[in-house]
């Protein structure tokens, strides 16, 4: 039996980049997945025809997380199409890299409200469809190894990150007793559309490189694994945990 089979998955920024090699890796193990995105239309078609020809149904909800009242619609949707949700991965951001000192305002709160805002309310709505449905689920919050180490040009990112860090691990307490489980995965640096423009300067990319034990940037499709395996019944016991999937560079320091 397939590791995510029978069950319901849910992922937001599912257009393109982590997201989207989650939720086609959802399909592959089982899953029928319902996908969030912003703006990326074509992308989230491409996504959806991926999910199919894995064999599993698929659903794109158009919205924007910053808006609160977007992750009830997304999960209302969701249970109109499946049924049930079994499964969050709470995945959608932003990282428009700026230096500190003239930061603009709406960039911080941009960050903050699409980045955490926006995963805080995603992950209670799929919590309280959960509770309600009481057969327990499992919730995956899209972190950072920006969490954990800061970054000149992301004052405004990394906060978010270590946010979703430390929800996952109180979404946990909250939620133990529906036997809900909140996790995090800590992404080193991974190539996407989100770093393309930053990652264009070479030097700073050798310099990344460089720092990885493993010798290369990721690919949106080494996240898949871990985020499957953690939506799965073989994290039974795991709640409250964050995996670092960064090819070892966090823990590279001479
Ligand atoms: N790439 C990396 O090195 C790392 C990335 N991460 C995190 O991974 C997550 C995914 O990023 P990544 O795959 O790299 O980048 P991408 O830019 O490829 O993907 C971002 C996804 O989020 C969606 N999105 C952005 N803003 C919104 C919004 N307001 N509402 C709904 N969806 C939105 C995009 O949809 P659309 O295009 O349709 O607007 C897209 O599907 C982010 O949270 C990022 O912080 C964490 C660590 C490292
Ligand atoms: C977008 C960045 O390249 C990426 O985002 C993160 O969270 C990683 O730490 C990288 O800095």
């Known amino acids: 039996m397939k590791l995510l089979q029978g069950k319901t998955v849910l992922v937001t920024g599912g257009s393109t980049g982590i997201g989207r090699a989650a939720a086609i890796g959802a399909a592959k193990a089982g899953a029928d997945v319902a996908i969030n995105y912003r703006s990326s239309s074509a992308e989230a078609e491409s996504c959806i025809a991926e999910i199919e020809a894995a064999g599993q149904r698929g659903l794109a909800v158009q919205g924007d997380v910053a808006d609160p009242a977007v992750a009830g619609e997304f999960i209302a949707k969701a249970v109109e199409g499946f049924g049930k949700v079994d499964v969050m991965v709470s995945n959608a951001g932003i990282c428009p890299f700026h230096s500190f000192l003239d930061m603009p305002v709406e960039t911080v709160q941009r960050t903050m409200n699409v980045n ?13 469809q959960m509770v309600e449905q009481g057969h327990g689920g499992a919730i995956v919050a899209v972190s950072s190894i920006s969490a954990l180490v800061g970054g000149e040009y992301q004052t405004h990112y990394t906060p978010t990150k270590a946010g979703l ?83 070892g560079a966090f823990v590279n320091l001479q």
Do not use: W
């Not at 995965?185 to 310099?207: F, H, S």
């Open 116 to 128: 955490l805002l926006g995963g805080y309310f995603m992950c209670q709505a799929a919590a309280r």
């Open 165 to 247: 860090h430390s929800l996952m691990q109180s979404a946990a307490i909250a939620l133990g007793k529906h036997n809900i489980r909140c996790n995090s995965v800590l992404p080193g640096t991974i190539l996407t559309e989100i770093n393309k423009d930053d990652l264009a300067d070479m030097e700073k990319r050798a310099r990344m490189e460089a720092r990885i034990p493993l010798g290369r940037l990721g690919a949106a499709e080494d996240l898949a694994g871990p985020i499957v395996f953690l939506a799965s019944d073989m994290a039974s016991y795991v709640t409250g945990a964050a995996l670092l999937v960064d090819g």
